[in-house]
């Protein structure tokens, strides 16, 4: 196949890059594709090995108008790290070096290609953790967690990637470096840089190194089920719980339809019922136990149908069995599935459940809602057989009635996983047209030609 | 005097906002000065009743191509709130609703002209408060707020004003009224123009309303007052304080100088000490126990001369008087006071303190430094007798010297105060060329003709 890149620009990055620049079919297939599914092959791609070489990559393909898309390690389900056709991938797995851990300071410094999991083991050492825990952690990459602000359980009580970023260096769409934020944990001094290029999904800037703030880890931690006869009555308990003055370090939820699976398909030891809490207190050994009182006392209401609290990490493990048994279940029951992750207030929780129920009815589809509740981010899955071409049809259809319902309780598109193609036509639908379009304009002020990840985020503005 | 304004645009603003258009000498004057004292007289001033009329001022202002000056209540040390020559000054204070509290959803709307101190009184009915408490609270607007990102002594646990803002409306510019963020804890939904805005110091838009992300107000506190030999022991408990798993509400440092200060002049119940920290735990009443217990644990170290722990409110109180008395002593002794909140990462604490004693000794000036020891935002304070010309040359000199220290140690010109035109001029040594470029062309996106608070934040464009 011949290669769709400027023969001139093919040669320059051949010659930047030397091993790092491959053009091979199995290797353009494979960066051309992410957890989307989606994907075409890239024209060629880049690894990188410092940000100087990523700085002339950029320079490089500005001159021949080539699109840029910045990769991690491809689990985004949005297609937020797929190319359109034509574009230069750049991998950033040769930058995976962990720079620095300080722990008197609480930082870490790192290149983007270091796996989450591997920078967790790495601090472990140190008493300390990066929050950031999305289910991905032991494959996806800390750029990938910046570039889409992943989330995970723990975002409850420690926040999600933008949360827990304290400074950025990144090369933009002009080819320059930038350098934003500071090693600091308060900073008002100049322009926030850093929060904006989280969540931009590779559109504004490539991100060549990280500072992170990091959070004590924990010596203790105690886990509560509590299960409820239907989800306004749970909804209620994630009120209580995030009123008072102890912050639950996890706080799950999943609708009866999930813990119907997790028992029948996942083989969970848990009894049918209308709405589950997963609860975690974290801490010290001392203090682990009051908290754990304390987020008990606020489960408890109306319409709690029992609360189980795990006296130790062998019986929390069991309790968490039904929360993990779910992913499982869900991949064995329907070969299809869109898994959407909207947010939506604590208070409205309730509503959109109600909602997706009636959405399911209204399409026959199987559709179920779990996820992270103390943050109203719930993983709305919907099921379908991929071979029947009338299903999936319904399943397709379904999905923008998920998000205008979502929109319609105060909610947004994505907690965590981002916009990429996959949302990015429903932006209209979340934002006004004025706001929108200075989100155009900003991405003209990182990437005047346009050539960092093209038709991400932002959809085509109207003709 | 004749107004500076072109005739059409001071009529087309008097027809606009009625009663709410000033052009008085006396209220020109009062809305020209912040507490910088700096300033010249605004050429007008606007009392808008509603966002809509905000967004007319702006069109009229920006047709005329004339300046427009957000202004809380004019508590900015930096100067942010004052105009330059020619420019309107908007005013909130009839902006200042209070539009929602949701206890579920931890959540308030408010418009930006609400007083902080009146917004936790309302707060606190529901059980809750919002993080940022800067030392005016009682007369800063929550406008004044996001525009410098505030912070205060619970920053260390519950994070500045940028971590505790969900969503925004702000109009920019061109006039136009954007709606960013939104009414959830967790968002992955497109640019983070939120965050932005924050510590944009009214050079990016007008903000018109905002989403306030709220904290669950704790029913118990406890306090405790470690002295040290030195600085260098106490930045050692405030990094062990920081790497445990129970945050301090508040952990706050006073040099040598400000223990003799607090004493000598203050009258605090205070021995002699090389460094101070103020620590408090908060929770419920349980866990506040065991939270007091883990802090004090940590406080305790080489070099710890005295732990005194309050038992009660009264002698907590008691504890905290010396943390009190120090403003009014530093006014008694020195009328002329460059109050900085430089920021390093923790552990250059010791360094940025005997750096400041250095400058001290080399300029012949009285320096001090107390403040926020957990985010390492300590409030350098020059001292100067206004009437000793020679004092006062000094002691502006001393300023860029400290700024270079503070950058020189990883750190940043502001914590918390912002850079307004005061630290305008020092952004170049904190940040390189490319990132200024970029700050200026975000600038531009939001502002295209530069009437948005000119001259703030960034220094002119090198020549």
């Known amino acids: 196949m011949p290669s769709l890149l400027p023969p001139a620009l093919a040669h ?24 989307s599914r989606r994907g075409v092959p890239a024209a060629g791609v880049a690894l990188p090995e410092r940000r100087e070489q990523v700085v002339a990559l950029v320079h490089a393909c500005r001159t021949h108008r080539v699109p840029v898309v ?31 851990i300080d722990p008197a300071d609480r930082i870490a410094v790192v290149e983007p290609g270091v796996l989450n999991g591997d920078l ?17 952690a032991d494959t996806c990459t800390v750029g990938g967690n910046l570039a889409c602000n992943a989330g995970g359980p723990r975002t409850v009580k420690y926040g999600a990637t933008r949360d827990n970023v304290l400074g950025l260096a990144a090369v933009t769409g002009t080819g320059d470096l930038v350098t934003c934020g500071s090693r600091t944990t308060k900073d008002a001094t100049g322009y926030d840089l850093t929060h904006l290029l989280v969540g931009s999904e590779g559109t504004l800037g490539l991100i060549v190194e990280a500072t992170l703030k990091l959070a004590p880890l924990p010596s203790a931690r105690r886990s509560l089920r509590a299960l409820y006869a239907d989800v306004a009555a749970a909804a209620a308990a994630v009120a209580r719980l995030m009123r008072q003055p102890v912050a639950p370090a996890m706080l799950e939820f999943m609708d009866r339809h999930c813990i119907r699976l997790a028992r029948e398909v996942g083989g969970a030891d848990i009894p049918d019922a209308g709405a589950l809490l997963m609860i975690e207190a974290d801490g010290d ?54 898994n959407e992750d909207v947010v939506v207030p604590v208070s409205r929780i309730p509503d959109l459940v109600t909602g997706v129920e009636a959405l399911a009815a209204e399409f026959d589809l199987r559709i179920v809602a779990f996820g992270h509740a103390g943050n109203g981010n719930l993983h709305v899955n919907i099921l379908f057989d991929p071979d029947d071409a009338a299903e999936s049809a319904r399943a397709r259809s379904a999905l923008p009635r998920l998000f205008a319902l979502t929109l ?19 932006m209209a639908q979340a934002f006004d047209a004025p706001t929108l379009a200075l989100m155009r304009t900003v991405k003209q002020a990182f990437d005047p030609d346009g050539i960092l990840n093209p038709g991400k985020v932002l959809p085509p503005a109207a003709a």
């Open 120 to 136: 967790q083991r790495a601090l472990a050492a140190h008493g300390l953790f990066w929050p950031p825990d999305p289910a991905s």
């Open 70 to 100: 910045a990769r991690g390690s491809g689990t985004s389900s949005t297609g937020a790290a797929i190319p359109g056709g034509g574009a230069v991938v750049v991998g950033f797995e040769r930058m995976a070096r962990i720079l620095a």
């Open 408 to 426: 319609s309780l105060g909610g947004t598109l994505s907690g965590e996983h981002g916009i990429g193609t996959a949302k990015r036509d429903f």
């Open 12 to 35: 320059a990055l051949a010659a930047l890059l030397g091993d790092g620049w491959r053009v091979d079919a199995e290797t353009l297939r494979r960066y051309g594709e992410d957890a």
């Open 285 to 338: 050994a001392a203090t682990v136990e009051l908290a754990t009182r304390a987020l008990a006392d606020a489960a408890r209401g109306p319409g709690l149908l029992a609360l189980d609290a795990a006296p130790d990490a062998a019986a929390s493990e069991a309790l968490w069995a039904a929360r993990r048994a779910l992913s499982p279940a869900l991949r064995t029951i329907a070969a299809g599935k869109i």
